[in-house]
């Protein structure tokens, strides 16, 4: 507002000046005319060069503004930038946090296949629970795998070579489904406790590694 005020007050004295100027040549006649033409000239100069400070000024005041607005806009990109990093980290740590959560029930689900009394030769069983802890000995386990070996198959048929699930089909001790599978041992699968031991124990090796590790897989999924 000043600054239009000093423009209006430049060219108003200019008009004053200017109509002084006419009026003392009206007055004082053709002599001054000279004169009078010099002062508007003068006036005139000055109302330019009050007009171009004015432009200048206004320019000035304008350059000042926009880089007042590169900076705020500077400032907004810097802290979005943070607030992305900051976020960033937030949802690695939130990541981690449950990775380790994982990492813990995984642990906590472990089951530890078997940690009671180890029989101290195969003589401590008999009937079919004999049988397999024998036969079990033959294809190169250890005696400490047989009471993983025991419970697994208490659980399937309570050592039964006649037990059928009626549901799937699953026969004899080891629950072979379907129960001809264990025909390539011999064809006496059906009433052999022998012929179905052996084909448990091979089907065990080659999945589960040792009897205790498919207990352990029977204890956590309920099947093996």
Not at 115 to 120: E, K, T
């Amino acid at each position: 507002m000043s600054r239009l005020w000093s423009r209006l007050g430049a060219r108003t004295a200019a008009v004053a000046l200017l109509s002084v100027g006419v009026a003392g040549g009206y007055y004082l006649g053709e002599d001054r005319e000279t004169q009078q033409q010099g002062l508007t000239a003068q006036v005139g100069l000055e109302v330019d060069r009050a007009d171009l400070a004015y432009q200048r000024e206004r320019q000035a005041a304008h350059q000042v503004a926009f880089a007042k607005q590169r900076a705020a806009e500077y400032q907004a990109k810097l802290r979005a930038a943070q607030a992305a990093k900051e976020a960033a980290e937030r949802a690695r740590k939130a990541e981690a946090a449950a990775a380790s959560r994982k990492r813990e029930r995984d642990a906590a689900k472990v089951v530890k296949p078997y940690d009671g009394p180890i029989p101290a030769s195969c003589e401590e069983y008999s009937g079919n629970r004999k049988i397999g802890c024998a036969l079990m000995l033959e294809a190169g386990f250890g005696i400490a795998e047989f009471p993983c070996l025991e419970k697994l198959w208490t659980k399937e048929s309570g050592w039964n070579h006649k037990a059928r699930n009626s549901g799937s089909g699953a026969y004899g001790i080891p629950q072979a489904y379907p129960g001809s599978k264990m025909g390539k041992i011999a064809s006496d699968w059906e009433n052999n406790p022998a012929t179905q031991i052996k084909w448990g124990l091979g089907y065990i090796k080659g999945k589960y590694k040792t009897p205790c590790g498919a207990w352990s897989h029977f204890q956590s999924a309920g099947s093996y």
